[in-house]
């Protein structure tokens, strides 16, 4: 008999912008699997019913993105530690009607940070402006892998604060700092120190965006990674002054090369998936 067509999707909402079924499409049919994934717009009042269809579902697994993340936690049946320290899933798998929750903004992060500046989490300063749900769930998941100190730079003061309170709850040893935007000469003798600087707000997605931070205070040795997934007006000024720069794919890559390995337990085909993302941006 032939093997049924796996299942899996991305809820969200909106979610027709997404580059996830490119990529997971091109992971699929490079590894020889007979599988869909599919967009599933999901307003926020339907969540809970949409998490019971699936679970009831032949779904194997699904990505969950803006805005459910968080309140995703709550239908799941187990989490691993690194979601729950992030307070955020991005993966479900799907075990029988059973539901384990993963998050993989960190890994996807961390892995773009080792393929763009050869930068491991251990030892290392780490520097975000932005503390939303993407700031919140990468600099937990490099506190927690080693790092020494993360510096939370945000408008709104207490955002940064919440996030450094999670991070000292899993990682005790790092040394945490929170900084108003306003401030900044202090921000501009943290950078000093930075071994990189991680641009996780979301400006720089619409065109008339301010910059996150004013470019004149960037050490011109200091590598920044924007996680919006093109180039944005902060890493042109950045690149102009001299910094290494990336812009948010390979993050976008990485974090889902490791949920397809989640789902289908063997190692992602990075390159074709790497590639497909290539043509999905070009064609946006
Ligand atoms: P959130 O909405 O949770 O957080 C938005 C952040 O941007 C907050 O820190 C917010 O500050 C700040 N911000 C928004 N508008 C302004 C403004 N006018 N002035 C100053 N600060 C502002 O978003 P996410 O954390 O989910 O996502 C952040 C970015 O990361 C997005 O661009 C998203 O596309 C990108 N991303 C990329 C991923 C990838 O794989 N490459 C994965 C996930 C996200 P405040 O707290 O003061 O409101």
Known sequence: MDKPVERYALLGWPVAHSLSPPMQDAAFSAAGIEATYELIAVPPKDLAAV??????????????????????????????????????????????????????????????????????????????????????????????????????????????????????????????????????????????????????????????DSLPLPSEILPKHLPVLDMIYRSTPFLVQAAARGCPVADGRGMLLHQGARSFELWLEQPAPLERMRSALQVALAQK
């Not at 202090?186 to 950078?191: G, R």
């Open 51 to 208: 998490m019971t269809r699936l679970r009831l579902s032949d779904y194997r697994g699904w990505n969950i993105t803006v805005p459910h993340k968080q309140r995703a936690l709550s239908f799941l049946d187990s989490v691993e530690t690194a979601a729950q320290a992030a307070g955020s899933v991005n993966t479900v798998i799907n075990r029988d009607g059973r539901l384990h929750g993963c998050s993989t903004d960190g890994y996807g992060l961390a892995a773009a940070l080792k393929e763009n500046f050869g930068l491991v989490p251990e030892g290392q300063t780490f520097v975000f402006v932005g503390a939303g749900g993407a700031a919140r769930a990468t600099s937990v998941y490099l506190a927690a892998q080693g790092a020494r100190e993360v510096v939370i730079i945000n408008r709104t003061l207490s955002r940064a604060e919440t996030i450094a309170d999670a991070i000292r709850r899993v990682a005790p040893n790092c040394r945490v700092r929170c900084l108003a935007t306003t401030e900044l000469d202090h921000i501009e003798d943290c950078l000093q120190a930075a071994s990189v600087l991680v641009q996780a707000t979301s400006l720089g997605l619409h065109e008339n």
